[in-house]
């Protein structure tokens, strides 16, 4: 009798079975913009389209005043005859006192006083004209 001899492999493992990866994006139940419920169990961010337009304004928004920022601010660099000195950040702006009352938070007015620059008044009544690119204190001031 013959003896015949068969290649016994190993048994193959057998895969578990994968479990479902979770969502990367999380479910959420409330609407970022306005607060309310989210009604269906799907990957939303906003209750409805109104809530979503409103939001992404919102950030086009801050984007749209950074880009504008950047771009003011290579344009004050340069200076010009027409322009004026800001004696806080040293740039050149043809309206001083609007850039210092958003750039810098304060008024036009304190920002004279601070700065000693003459303060603007009404030639009509006064009858003289009042130089503005003067920069010595009002009397009085020291």
């Given at each position: ?31 970022k ?40 601010d290579?344009?004050?660099s ?17 309206q ?10 304060l ?6 006083k ?11 009544k ?17």
């Open positions: 009798m013959e003896t015949i001899y068969f290649d016994i492999e190993e048994p193959k493992k057998i895969k578990e079975p994968r479990k479902p990866k979770e969502p990367k994006i999380k479910i959420q139940k409330y609407c913009q306005c607060g309310g419920m989210i009604l269906e169990d799907r990957f939303r961010n906003f209750c409805g389209g109104k809530c979503r337009m409103k939001y992404y304004n919102k950030l086009r928004v801050k984007q749209n005043l950074q880009r504008q920022r950047i771009s003011r290579k344009i004050a340069v200076p010009d005859e027409k322009k004026t000195k800001c004696l806080v950040c040293g740039n050149w702006y043809t001083v006192g609007a850039h210092v009352h958003q750039r810098h938070g008024a036009a007015r304190l920002y004279r601070k700065y000693g620059i003459v303060i603007k008044r009404n030639r009509k006064s009858g003289k004209i009042v130089d503005r690119t003067t920069l010595t204190p009002p009397a009085g001031a020291l």
